[in-house]
């Protein structure tokens, strides 16, 4: 088979392990700069043999070239290319291309509002969480969420860039306030103080969770992203714990998924659902080879149609 990767940069740990995973697995691994690809659409109708739609790498940015024909891709879409990456996964999707993600479940899933919603609509626990538009609202809002200090959390953010603990009603509407100055949208979520910075990291490839690490933040920070500094352990998550991770991928029509679980008084609540998880901590923490599996997720979707699930959410 040759499986394509779409991902910014080949040296990324993420990405050089899984061509190596595909290479081992005896097939071509092409690693593909998302923006270096050209989505063509729409004909003038002069050739019946032109392509109604055509994928072109930019070899020097001027002269399209063909893509090779794969039989499946694996994207790995970054935050700061989410735009041009969905354009490009809508692209193999509607060429019936085989993708490890779809572009419905990376959209469902960067949207941290639209997430919450989404895993509150299939009933998994998630900590509360509040949207206002009016600076009047907030108060109330505050209040339902559980009161002070309490997280705003840009909708849109990674690695823990964007997630603030507010301790007065001041700072919330400041940073709410510049969201908005800065076109981005926030929420204002509950404060999981006894989780004492840990949380956990689980990943989903197909109806599995395959690995787990708990992930401990350093000390005077209550993030525990690995890029802020966080500690991580390997970790067994009982049944019902691996189960609401599968559920919460399932609800967003992923079948790659990193998700991040917080634990509460009241037993473990959904953070967020990652649709291009990072590799190398949880491999390194745990010794289980994460992309191996999702190679194997590929070819059983290149065998089966089926394999990826439901697909358009
Ligand atoms: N409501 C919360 N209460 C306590 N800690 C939180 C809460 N939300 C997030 N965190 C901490 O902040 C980290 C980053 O939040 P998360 O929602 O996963 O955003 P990001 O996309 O930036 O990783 C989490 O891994 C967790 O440790
Ligand atoms: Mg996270």
């Known amino acids: 088979m040759r499986i394509g990767i779409l991902s910014r940069n080949p040296n990324l740990f993420s990405t050089r392990r899984l061509a190596s995973e595909i290479r081992d697995r005896g097939h071509v691994a092409e690693i593909i700069d998302t923006t270096r690809v050209a989505v063509h659409i729409g004909d003038d109708g002069s050739s019946p043999n032109r392509p109604q739609m055509m994928v072109a790498e930019l070899p020097d940015m001027t002269r399209p070239l063909m893509l090779p024909a794969l039989d499946a891709v694996i994207p790995r879409i970054g935050t700061s290319v989410t735009f041009y990456g969905l354009a490009v996964v809508r692209q193999f999707e509607s060429a019936g291309i085989p993708t490890t993600a779809s572009s419905y479940a990376i959209t469902c899933s960067r949207d941290k509002l639209q997430s919450l919603q989404t895993m ?9 969480t ?14 339902a969420v559980g009161g002070l200090p309490a997280v705003v959390k840009l909708i849109h953010g990674t690695q823990g860039r964007g997630v603030f603990l507010a301790h007065q009603m001041a700072t919330i509407s400041a940073l709410l306030q510049r969201a908005a100055e800065l076109n981005r949208q926030a929420i204002v979520q509950e404060f999981i103080a006894e989780a004492g910075g840990r949380d956990l990291r689980l990943i989903v490839v197909g109806d599995q969770c395959v690995a ?4 401990q933040a350093p000390g005077g920070e209550f993030r525990a992203n690995l890029h802020r500094g966080a500690t991580a352990a390997p970790f067994v998550p009982d049944k019902p714990t691996a189960a609401l991770a599968v559920a919460a991928a399932a609800a967003h029509g992923l079948a790659v998924a990193g998700v991040d679980l917080i634990l509460s008084r009241r037993g473990p609540l959904l953070l967020e659902v990652n649709s291009s998880p990072g590799l190398e901590g949880i491999e390194k923490a745990t010794g289980i080879n994460v992309a191996g599996k999702i190679v194997e997720l590929a070819e059983n979707a290149v065998r089966s149609p089926t394999a990826l699930g439901k697909r358009d959410g």
């Open 212 to 215: 787990a690490m708990e992930r």
């Open 120 to 128: 509150a609509q299939a009933g998994l626990p998630i900590p509360r």
């Open 130 to 143: 509040a949207v206002v538009a009016r600076p009047e609202a907030l108060y109330a809002a505050v209040e």
